[in-house]
């Protein structure tokens, strides 16, 4: 079946260091839809980042990601990391079903 | 104004009892969700619906029963509760288009702690 990797479960950075939470995933289907949400502490998670197009950097505050579909990866990116940022990051998977895969999850402490 | 609503945001339960979890979108949506976060399992798929209709079920247990009495509602029903139902409950919704890559929107959730 589908699955989405999240290699590190924590991640500790400096502020205004550069970010980078890792993403693979896993899928027969041929134009997968990947996800970044954020999900800060005692709050629902919120899309952070989408795309299902190929080698195309999208952005969106500050954070991107490029979809990879040769080494099936989209990894989360961000050339400074700020304190607001610490928060959990989940990657997700949609393979056209309504059906949505989430990685384990990056929880990112950023300190001063 | 909320756009999704979660009903209650905090529950008690005992073991071995059943309670409901509200759901209601208020975004127009036609698909909605049921998702499960714990410290075991962090974020993790129960169910989808489109249309009022069950599209996906990912939850192995029968004691977890959604019903959707309206276009913009899902609730969850849950029996014979265990401590292991002790969770966070989110409820979501998105567009309905099959294969649209259309944003999931987060309720609130509910806390729910089985005794």
């Known amino acids: 079946g589908d699955s989405v990797t999240q290699t590190e479960g924590l991640v500790t950075l400096t502020e205004g260091l550069p970010v980078m939470l890792n993403c693979t995933y896993q899928?027969?289907?041929?134009?997968?839809?990947l996800f970044w949400y954020v999900q800060h502490l005692n709050e629902s998670p919120r899309l952070l980042l989408k795309s299902f197009t190929d080698n195309k950097r999208t952005e969106h505050q500050g954070f991107h990601a490029t979809l990879h579909k040769s080494s099936s990866s989209f990894h989360l990116q961000k050339s400074s990391a700020q304190l607001s940022d610490s928060a959990l990051y989940y990657c997700?998977?949609?393979?056209?079903?309504?059906?949505?895969?989430f990685g384990s999850g990056t929880r990112l402490l950023v300190s001063p | 104004d909320p756009k999704i609503i979660q009903k209650p945001k905090y529950l008690v339960a005992v073991t071995g009892s059943e309670k409901i979890l509200i759901c209601e979108q208020y975004l127009g949506h036609n698909a909605m969700y049921w998702y499960r976060q714990s410290a075991k399992k962090p974020l993790e798929f129960m169910f989808s619906?489109?249309?009022?209709?069950?599209?996906d079920n990912q939850t192995a247990s029968s004691r977890f029963q959604p019903q959707s009495s309206k276009k913009n509602h899902l609730d969850l029903q849950i029996t014979a509760l265990k401590p292991d139902d002790s969770a966070t409950y989110f409820c979501a919704s998105s567009q309905a288009q099959t294969g649209d890559y259309a944003e999931q929107f987060f309720g609130p959730g509910t806390r729910l702690t089985v005794l």
């Open positions: 997700a998977l949609r393979t056209g079903g309504y059906k949505v895969v």
């Open positions: 619906y489109s249309y009022q209709k069950l599209m």
């Open positions: 899928t027969i289907y041929s134009n997968p839809f």
